[in-house]
């Protein structure tokens, strides 16, 4: 990936930026899937000190992450990996992954989605705005099933191992949230264009 860190913040003017304060998180989607005829997204990211993320796995796309600042330890794909500015890493379909921000300094990041995702780039938002009305736990997790199940099914975003037999119960229940509305109702509280 050949984005600068001057580029990307040049690209990050004017754009929306989404923060949860509980966990010290803040997304910007510089590039989103219809801005690139679905080729590709970009996300700015900033995540402070000590923020996990799960380990899990796409089936649609491809996930590459390059760092402008700060320290990220995790696996990909059963392998050890370490990032520190200036690094990046390719995450291809179905590789599990999860890291979590090392040291003191805030993570900086761009992440570029392959093919572009518009779940993604929906629900990543949308998680975002409804930490800020405390709808999930500190780690960032839905505190509903029902949110859970669609944040997951519809941003392609799959668990690994054991929670692979979850799958079947989380596609029933985001069938049941469309059914309910629910998925409507967090688009229309939650979600704003980008």
Do not use: C
Not at 4 to 29: F, V
Not at 49 to 66: A, K, M, N
Not at 120 to 143: C, I, S, Y
Not at 164 to 176: G, S
């Amino acid at each position: 990936m050949d984005w600068s860190a001057e580029q990307i913040r040049q690209m990050r003017n004017g754009r929306a930026t989404y923060r949860d304060q509980a966990q010290g998180t803040a997304l910007t989607w510089v590039r989103t899937g219809a801005e690139t005829a679905g080729e590709y997204g970009l996300l700015y990211a900033e995540y402070a000190p000590g923020i996990r993320v799960f380990p899990h796995y796409h089936t649609l796309y491809t996930e590459t992450l390059h760092l402008f600042e700060g320290t990220l330890d995790g696996r990909i794909a059963g392998r050890q990996v370490q990032l520190i500015e200036g690094q990046e890493a390719v995450v291809p379909p179905r590789a599990v992954h999860g890291w979590r921000t090392t040291g003191d300094r805030t993570l900086r990041f761009v992440l570029e989605v392959r093919p572009a995702h518009p779940g993604f780039e929906k629900w990543l938002v949308t998680l975002q705005n409804m930490a800020t009305d405390g709808l999930t736990h500190p780690d960032g997790r839905p505190k509903n099933l029902y949110h859970g199940a669609l944040i997951l099914v519809e941003s392609d975003i799959h668990l690994p191992g054991p929670g692979r037999l979850l799958d079947p119960a989380l596609q029933m229940l985001a069938v049941r949230a469309r059914r309910k509305g629910i998925d409507r109702q967090l688009e229309e509280r939650y979600y704003r264009q980008v």
